[in-house]
């Protein structure tokens, strides 16, 4: 306890000291600055991304200092790293030195998606190379044997914790205390492994120091950004040791347990996949569905959001720790349920996809049971507000009529205005339809209202519609033509915010500022 209390109060103490320091000296030249925009990144002025730096440097440092500490001491290191683990330490050394880098190129100069996915999977295969893997898994009696599969269940593991981090990474604080829960929690799982991870437990505990000392800068209104270096890192070490102190032991409850730490961020990257999915969006597309958005939308304050977080954190924490402790994995089970239950049924987060999903199975049910063929004047109609309170129902009443007049398949209409915290998706098919893919075209209008996209028009129909296809877009032009002044009284977009102000506010880091906007 006394190794984890130093490494908790070291790493805390480096992270004060460093976050200042990169500020000042590095973030600037190597153009790690979060500038403000009018579509996601709202704060009012420009932010310094050098948290994972901090980060990472104040959990190595105090790491090799505990290494080399007990070997001085004892002549050995035996008592924090077990024989044959140290290569694969050296090994989480470089993956996430290599992840750190990826992340600060795209905070400097930004990287497209696959190249950020590339360098995630290199990060991954370093581990790969030095050790890291899934031999099996006994879940509730069943043994499932990964052998050759072993390296590609690492790498969707480590995926989808480094990720699901990183999309959380949205509002002040958020990523730092779901870090600070989860490493704790992970701490405790690595002291009481049967085989013995002290060193394991010591990184945790360091990365839950580090955090907390950012966490000083980061708090809302944030002055200093993690940045996807940070975020990554995160989710990268905690994949990594959890792959050593939780699913090494091949039970259900050693299973469970660690999906329990994470499944805040797993449901919200859950949420997202169906939202994007159903909606008929791009999974990359940017929107304000997150829990953070859900959270502001539902009206609370950052602060109050962080406390929320920290709190369905740290049930879905104790719940995967207790499971680990007492080999139960029910306990994880219960837990990721309660946090559901309070989510959805409290509105909080997750009722929208809810909505979504249940939709879609209504739908399927009633064409699995039909029993009569349809005819062609029954339809199925969903309308889901995802986000904000514009009313949209008198936009989708015309295209609703349009669809019936021109006896399309089905139309869709779809707004999403992250900038304003809106998004809205609508649906119409016809019941009867039976065509293959040769027998039916669409086709998709984008709205633009001041040059900006609000949404779109997607439309079906058979090419046995009385109607040509040149008579249907041309009209459902027009239409969309008289529909976009009506938008842009629905919902007026920002006009530009011009250059930050103050922008020189952060040559010193000790500058109070409340300018920035705590969700982004």
């Not at 908790?8 to 992270?15: D, K, N, R």
């Not at 039970?251 to 994007?276: H, K, Q, S």
């Amino acid at each position: 306890m006394i190794i984890a209390a130093s490494s908790f109060i070291v790493a805390s103490i480096l992270a004060l000291i460093f976050v200042p320091l990169l500020q000042r000296y590095v973030a600037r030249p190597l153009g790690l600055m979060d500038q403000p925009d009018d579509n996601r990144k709202l704060h009012s002025v420009a932010i310094p991304l050098i948290g994972g730096i901090a980060v990472f440097l104040s959990v190595v440092l105090t790491v090799i200092g505990v290494y080399l500490i007990d070997i001085s001491e004892f002549g050995t290191s035996d008592f924090l790293l077990k024989p044959g683990d140290k290569s694969q330490f050296i090994g989480l050394l470089i993956g996430s030195a290599f992840l750190l880098l990826v992340g600060v190129v795209d905070d400097s100069i930004g990287l497209r998606g696959r190249q950020k996915l590339l360098g995630q999977i290199i990060s991954i295969l370093i581990l790969v190379a030095f050790g890291f893997n899934f031999d099996s898994i006994s879940i509730f009696g069943l043994n499932i044997e990964f052998g050759t599969f072993s390296m590609l269940v690492v790498i969707v593991w480590c995926l989808a914790v480094v990720n699901s981090v990183n999309l959380l990474d949205g509002a002040d604080g958020f990523a730092s205390t779901i870090g600070i829960v989860m490493s704790l929690a992970m701490a405790v799982m690595a002291f009481h492994h049967p085989g013995g991870r002290i060193l394991d437990a010591v990184v945790m505990v360091a990365l839950a120091g580090a955090l907390l000392g950012f966490l000083r800068y980061n708090f809302p209104p944030a002055r200093v950004f993690l940045g996807d270096a940070g975020s990554m890192l995160i989710g990268f070490i905690l994949a990594a040791i959890s792959i050593r102190c939780a699913f090494k032991q091949a039970t259900a409850y050693a299973f469970f347990a660690p999906i329990a730490l994470l499944a805040v961020p797993f449901i919200d990257t859950a949420a997202a996949i169906v939202r994007r999915k159903l909606t008929g969006r791009s999974i990359y597309s940017v929107d304000r569905g997150h829990l953070h958005h859900s959270m502001m939308k539902r009206g609370f304050g950052p602060r109050v959001s962080l406390v929320w977080v920290a709190a369905l954190s740290a049930t879905t924490a104790v719940g995967g720790t207790i499971s680990f402790l007492y080999q139960r994995p029910e306990y994880a089970l219960v837990s990721i349920a309660i946090v559901m239950i309070v989510m959805v049924f409290g509105r909080i987060f997750g009722s929208a996809e809810v909505e979504l999903m249940s939709n879609k199975a209504i739908n399927i049910g009633k064409s699995l049971i039909r029993n009569r063929r349809p005819t062609k004047d029954e339809f199925q109609q969903n309308t889901v507000q995802l986000q904000g309170n514009c009313n949209w129902t008198g936009v989708w009443k015309e295209l609703s009529d349009f669809s019936e007049d021109h006896e399309l398949d089905q139309i869709i209409f779809d707004i999403n205005l992250p900038w304003l915290h809106e998004s809205f998706h609508a649906k119409r098919r016809r019941s009867d339809i039976r065509n293959s893919e040769n027998d039916e075209w669409y086709a998709q209008v984008p709205l633009i209202v001041d040059g900006k996209i609000f949404g779109r028009v997607e439309v079906f129909a058979s090419r046995s519609c009385r109607f040509s296809h040149y008579d249907i877009i041309t009209n459902l032009l027009k239409l969309t033509n008289d529909i976009e002044p009506i938008l842009r009284n629905t919902a007026v977009p920002p006009s530009d915010p011009g250059p930050p102000k103050n922008a020189d506010f952060i040559e010193e880091i000790d500058t109070e500022s409340n300018s920035a906007t705590p969700f982004r």
